[in-house]
């Protein structure tokens, strides 16, 4: 695999030269496949994978802080809502003249 420098960009913007790119031809990768995830998982290496010379897959490592977060619970604290007195109890006849009028407009 030939190697080459690269950039890295982070979200703050800053930049730092990070692992040399690997360029590898689709075949060899098809064929070599587990091994090179393999390097890119331990090394942190960038894979390039190209076909008749173009490359066309950039292969990365999973970085964790570039996770996504958690989605039970990811609103919290962020959600809030005021007290309206449309939430009060109500009354055994009130639900049931509520209950009465959905079942008039199934009926339609």
Known sequence: MASE???????????????????????DFKARCLK????????GTYVIITKHG????????????ERRPKFIGACKG?????????FADSTTAEMDAWEWSLDEQQSR
């Open 5 to 27: 420098p690269v950039l890295q960009t982070f979200a703050s913007g800053a930049t730092k030269a990070s692992n040399p790119v690997h360029t590898v031809a689709a075949a």
């Open 36 to 43: 090179i995830l393999d390097e890119v998982r331990s090394s």
């Open 54 to 65: 173009h490359p066309v897959a950039k292969l990365v490592p999973v970085d964790a802080t």
């Open 78 to 86: 962020e959600i809030s809502y005021a007290p309206d007195e449309t």
